[in-house]
T-cell receptor
Framework: DQQVKQNSPSLSVQEGRISILNCDYT??????FLWYKKYPAEGPTFLIS?????DKNEDGRFTVFLNKSAKHLSLHIVPSQPGDSAVYFC??????????????FGQGTILTVHP | EAQVTQNPRYLITVTGKKLTVTCSQN?????MSWYRQDPGLGLRQIYY???????DKGDVPEGYKVSRKEKRNFPLILESPSPNQTSLYFC?????????FGPGTRLTVL
């Protein structure tokens, strides 16, 4: 049972435009969410996170939005750059769970930004 | 430089031949974990360790073992690898609410 879902396997965007990556979750106990970026032959690197007490968090060109009632979060990248081309993983953590620190990941979305 | 390292980065082996993938972190983190990444499934946790000599199963522990004899090292052991363990493996350590990942080990079991 996939508790974190990224339903778009891939996304293609023109340089300078906005990229929107989406993520849905089913476990209402998740209360901390993260986005990771992964380049080929490298490990995932932390990008941005949001606590469930917030609905928005910004860091430069990256903004994460959380809609708790819909169990949905999204990552906005504005403006998109060719160097943003990578696989993006959404992840969630259950603070109340027995597995402290464990992240549950989505399947990933391949973002391609065209010059 | 703060980092998580894994060795080897690439490994091709045969069914049943025991292997160990090493993981080391230099950040003095107490929590470490292992994940595997498979197409269409994202990353799934195999085992984790909250501190020295404290380890526990994640979501997909079958066929794997771990040990944590010292804080910096957290090796992943496959006693009798099988083809369904062909995957990309990541070690991670935890600081605050964020996990930091190693570069990955691509394992192929023939």
């Amino acid at each position: 049972d996939q508790q974190v879902k990224q339903n778009s396997p891939s996304l293609s965007v023109q340089e300078g435009r906005i990229s929107i990556l989406n993520c849905d979750y089913t476990n209402s106990m998740f209360d901390y969410f993260l986005w990771y970026k992964k380049y080929p032959a490298e490990g995932p690197t932390f990008l941005i996170s949001i606590s469930s007490i917030k609905d928005k968090n910004e860091d430069g060109r990256f903004t994460v939005f959380l809609n708790k009632s819909a169990k949905h979060l999204s990552l906005h990248i504005v403006p998109s750059q060719p160097g943003d081309s990578a696989v993006y993983f959404c992840a969630a953590r259950d603070r109340g769970g027995t597995s402290y620190g464990k992240l549950t990941f989505g399947q990933g979305t391949i973002l391609t930004v065209h010059p | 430089e703060a980092q998580v390292t894994q060795n080897p980065r690439y490994l091709i082996t045969v069914t049943g031949k025991k292997l160990t993938v090493t993981c080391s972190q230099n950040m003095n983190h107490e929590y470490m974990s292992w994940y595997r990444q498979d197409p269409g499934l994202g990353l799934r946790q195999i085992y984790y360790s909250m501190n020295v000599e404290v380890t526990d199963k994640g979501d997909v522990p079958e066929g794997y073992k771990v040990s944590r004899k010292e804080k910096r090292n957290f090796p992943l052991i496959l006693e009798s690898p099988s083809p369904n363990q062909t995957s990309l493996y990541f070690c991670a350590s935890l600081k605050a609410d964020t996990q930091y990942f190693g570069p990955g080990t691509r394992l192929t079991v023939l």
